[in-house]
């Protein structure tokens, strides 16, 4: 079957008609405080307007048909087109002269990464900074509905793992049609948005700057309109408390949220994925909080109170807020946790390869990944003793299908391979060997702070062009499933059959 070029193209307009959009809202923003970029910003906006509809335009007669490879591609280029559109605001004020570096922050956008090569965030325009935040919101919205409506149609990385809770064959789907499902999604998104938004500018934060960190909070994304990130409020504890209910919302499957306010609360106490979620938090806060109380006081300026309960909350605080910051993929930083002990450090490069929960916003392996793995596992050992014997695995008390456990077993595999590759990688370009596995996970998890030279308190500013390009390829393939990206280059996919 030969592809349908035509609707591939119609969508891929339909795209930068939205993405366009968005960038002359950011021209509204900057009119609004008066930055000198407006212009600019209208001229990208419209740019890639133009672009978008041109596309439609002659594509409009096309077959209504899509099918799996089709998808693949409008998926894939659909991010790729988004960021090469994305970077020109950058480009077209001088905020960031080089494509290289406006690709990157781009692309670090709209997969909710967070990595940065900004040295100076606070001299940036408004407008800029609200189209660089927006990258992050956009990227978030997408990868829901693409997690939810479109990942389970492609057969994509263990995502048919939704039974109990996604749309598909299921009694308790949100809604029969995907555009449904999409808006109901669209709309808890938004109106979480809202509500951090609403939370950070009565703590204390202006609008502007609570407005920009609601939205890479839902999006899991971390880019902060301070050079500090979040580190600049640590004398206002109630915004990073904030931030770190609406950093766990974010990293929940955005359905329970939907079941959460349809009243349906038991279906959230009984999902797995969710107990494990919010075990692994509550555990691995608890091991760095006591770390950072004993061992870590010298050396981080945070932590600062001189009476002991206060240097309790505080320890928990930096705990939790970074936990959930790494787990999440979100990446804001409140305290530079590479100087708080050698094992703190190894830790969270750990915490790298967790991800939050499937359906989320979040990045890197899943914790329903994870707790398959875990599952089947422990089965091998029975089924050592037991050869003869039928031990499925079990997720929510339904036995999980042998396609998708080689399914996730797949993806495990492929990601640990991308890892190692990632990180040879980034040692050919001459960066030591902490910095470049630090680099692979991060940009592969889209968690956003790295280690060594790339650690929470710098930027990727430092990077070699072409390791920047090699990031945001890794971002790519990280934020789709790897299995949505690296498919396109198996020489099958393109024969016509």
């Known amino acids: 079957m030969k592809l349908n070029y035509k609707i591939i193209f119609h969508f891929l307009g339909l795209l930068l008609l939205f993405n366009g959009g968005f960038m002359l809202l950011s021209a509204l923003v900057s009119l609004l405080y008066k930055d000198g970029v407006t212009f600019e910003l209208f001229l990208a906006g419209i740019a890639t ?10 594509t409009r007669n096309h077959n209504k048909e899509m099918n799996k490879r089709e998808g693949y591609i409008v998926v894939t280029f659909g991010w790729v087109m988004m960021s090469l559109c994305g970077a020109l605001p950058y480009v077209f004020t001088g905020a960031i002269p080089s494509f290289t570096d406006a690709f990157f922050e781009t692309m670090s956008g709209y997969t909710t990464t967070g990595a940065s090569i900004l040295n100076d965030i606070e001299a940036v325009p408004k407008g800029v ?4 935040s927006l990258t992050h919101w956009i990227g978030g919205m997408g990868i829901i509905v693409l997690a939810i409506a479109i990942l389970p149609l492609l057969g994509i990385g263990g995502m048919q793992l939704f039974a109990a809770e996604a749309p598909g064959p299921s009694a308790d789907k949100l809604h029969p049609r995907i555009t449904d499902t999409a808006k109901r999604l669209w709309l808890i998104y938004f109106g979480y948005t809202a509500a951090e938004t609403l939370l950070l500018n009565l703590a ?4 502007f700057d609570a407005i920009n960190h609601a939205m890479c909070t839902l999006s899991t994304g971390g880019f902060s309109t301070k050079n500090a990130s979040v580190a600049y409020w640590n004398d206002q504890p109630i915004i990073q408390y904030i931030i770190i209910l609406f950093m766990f919302l974010a990293g929940v499957n955005f359905v329970l949220s939907y079941f959460a306010f349809k009243g349906k609360v038991q279906k959230i106490i009984a999902d797995e994925e969710f107990k494990l979620y919010s075990k692994f938090i509550i555990i691995f806060t608890a091991i760095a909080a006591l770390i950072i109380y004993f061992q870590a006081d010298a050396s981080i300026s945070t932590i600062d109170h001189p009476m002991v309960w206060g240097k309790a909350e505080s320890s928990f605080r930096h705990a939790l807020f970074q936990v959930l910051s790494v787990i999440t993929t979100t990446g804001f930083v409140s305290a530079d946790y590479t100087l708080w002990s050698p094992f703190l ?13 499937a359906g989320s916003t979040s990045g890197g392996v899943k914790v329903v990944r994870h707790l398959i793995l875990i599952k089947n596992g422990f089965l091998e050992f029975k089924r050592t003793l037991h050869p003869n014997a039928i031990l499925p695995v079990r997720y929510n008390k339904r036995a999980v299908s042998g396609d998708i456990v080689f399914n996730v077993l797949g993806f495990f ?15 050919m370009f001459g960066i030591q060997f902490d910095a470049a596995i630090g680099l692979a996970a991060s940009s592969l998890g889209n968690v956003g702070p790295a280690l060594g030279d790339f650690g929470p308190v710098n930027n990727y500013s430092s990077l070699p062009p072409l390791a920047k390009w090699w990031s945001a390829f890794l971002m790519l393939i990280g934020r789709l499933e790897l299995f949505t990206v690296l498919i396109l280059f198996t020489p099958f996919f393109w024969r016509n059959r």
């Open 345 to 357: 450090v190894v830790f969270f490069f750990g915490l790298m390869f967790l991800g939050g929960s």
């Open 204 to 207: 204390g934060m202006s609008f």
């Open 129 to 132: 900074l609200f189209w660089r």
């Open 413 to 427: 595999i492929l990601y640990m391979l991308s890892f190692i590759i990632g990180a040879l990688v980034f040692s």
């Open 49 to 58: 307007v133009i672009i978008g509809v041109v596309s439609m335009v002659l």
